[in-house]
């Protein structure tokens, strides 16, 4: 389940302040809620009442020892703010003082703490001052990893010592009814007596490591006060790539598109190579939309879904959305849902840069790419599902890169160290001066 779901089911409010403790995964899952929050336009702060990794160490831009009025002015419009204080150890944070919190807090509409330490182990049971919980909180999660299952306990939980009191043995392999007993024991019976009426919730994070989670899950809840939910440290993506090919080539003189480069037409080398892409399990699905009954005809050859545009001279924008229709019967079941439109006249377009594009992309947690050369944006870009109805929206020969531009801060650019990867060939070029490197060497 995704984090915002669980959010949901735990029951919304108009401004959530969540304390995420525990371990497990405590970083990767605020990061995650708060990029996705950001997505849907809200303004999101981040931050620790103990430590957390810089911001640089994560990908991310920080306000670190930044005054309240510029972390305010950050949350003025829709993204991810970190903001904490510098620490001793140079490679994390510390929380904002008490009065800049709360001038900064003012401004966010959903706030995400990180107040709890673990020291990267994947359970944890609480020492006397943990943790620590600011007193606005109005959810607190507690955190689990699945890897700690089947384990012996010291070698996988934070706060042994404690952890041994709870069970009252020494040694103990850790079952799914020890984990639930330490956290309502450890974390639960004391955050209900000392924070009453905030809505506390169990994740198993890392729910992709087990056989059978919901037994898992059913045999933890046989031992808590509160319910307990399954999370996936990596949730599934659905790739799904549409090459646009119905294009009128009026500047070219001809049908660019068939235009044979080294004995091929043009189209058909990076169809050829979003193929490969396709069969090596690098994407989900591959859809071609074409007004050319040449080009749907080869596809169709090539065992590659082909759909037609009737009305081309709408322009770009009813081939993207023709091709997302018919790229959504290809969804993924509960997976998220990835868009990636190409336009079929860029021949030098390798298929090395696109896999490294997509692998960047996945690394990014950015729910928007493009490639880019000197940060000017080109083709291919890619979607998150949420912006399907935004593109859904587009008239006339207005593309993706619309939509691109009104959500800069989800960006993520992929710099390719040669610009002719991304030209299209509006006009025809001499065969005597065409680069050195041809599709052939793509």
């Given at each position: ?46 931050t ?102 089947g ?21 103990a ?51 808590l ?44 080398w ?30 169709a ?16 924008s ?9 790229a ?19 021949p ?64 993520f ?30």
């Amino acid at each position: 389940m995704k984090l915002y779901q669980i959010i949901e089911k735990m029951g919304n409010i108009e401004k959530p302040v969540i304390s995420f403790v525990g371990a497990g995964g405590k970083t990767s899952c605020i990061l995650e809620l708060a990029d996705d929050w950001a997505g849907r336009g809200k303004r999101v702060l981040v931050t620790t009442t103990v430590h957390m990794e810089r911001p640089e160490i994560l990908g991310r831009r920080g306000w670190i020892d930044q005054p309240a009025e510029n972390i305010r002015k950050a949350l003025e419009t829709p993204g991810v703010v970190i903001a904490g204080s510098a620490s001793e150890t140079p490679e994390k944070i510390r929380g904002l003082s008490e009065r800049i919190y709360f001038q900064a807090a003012s401004k966010a509409q959903g706030v995400l703490i990180e107040a709890d330490g673990s020291r990267k182990f994947p359970v944890k049971v609480p020492g006397k001052k943990e943790p620590v919980i600011r007193e606005d909180t109005t959810h607190i999660l507690i955190l689990a990893g699945a890897s700690a299952l089947g384990r012996p306990l010291e070698q996988v939980c934070h706060r042994l010592e404690y952890a041994r009191k709870l069970l009252g043995s020494g040694t103990a392999v850790l079952t799914g009814e020890l984990l639930g007993k330490l956290l309502e024991k450890g974390y639960v019976e004391p955050l209900k007596r000392q924070y009453p009426g905030r809505k506390i919730a169990v994740i198993l994070n890392q729910q992709d490591l087990l056989k059978d989670p919901e037994k898992v899950r059913a045999r933890m809840e046989a031992g808590l006060s509160v319910p307990v939910f399954l999370h996936s440290r990596e949730e599934k993506k659905g790739i799904h790539m549409i090459l646009l090919a119905a294009g009128f080539s009026r500047r070219f003189g001809e049908n660019k598109l068939l235009y044979p480069i080294k004995g091929k037409p043009m189209y058909l080398w990076t169809m050829e190579r979003l193929k490969e892409i396709q069969e090596e399990g690098l994407a989900d699905s591959l859809t071609v939309v074409s007004q050319y009954e040449e080009i749907i005809k080869e596809a169709a050859r090539q065992g590659i879904f082909g759909v037609k545009n009737p009305r081309s001279e709408r322009g770009i924008s009813s081939s993207l959305q023709i091709g997302l229709k018919a790229a959504e019967s290809h969804k993924c079941g509960e997976a998220e849902d990835y868009y990636m439109f190409f336009v079929a006249d860029q021949p030098f377009l390798r298929k090395k840069t696109v896999e490294n594009f997509l692998a960047d992309f996945e690394k990014s947690g950015k729910k928007i790419g493009c490639m880019s050369y000197g940060k000017v944006p080109g083709n291919p870009v890619i979607f998150h599902e949420r912006f399907v109805p935004e593109l859904m929206e587009l008239r006339g020969d207005t593309g993706g890169k619309r939509v691109l531009k009104k959500h800069m801060e989800e960006v993520f650019f992929y710099e390719t160290e040669d610009p002719g990867e991304l030209e299209d060939w509006d006009t025809k070029k001499d065969p005597g001066t065409e680069k050195a490197k041809t599709p052939m060497q793509a």
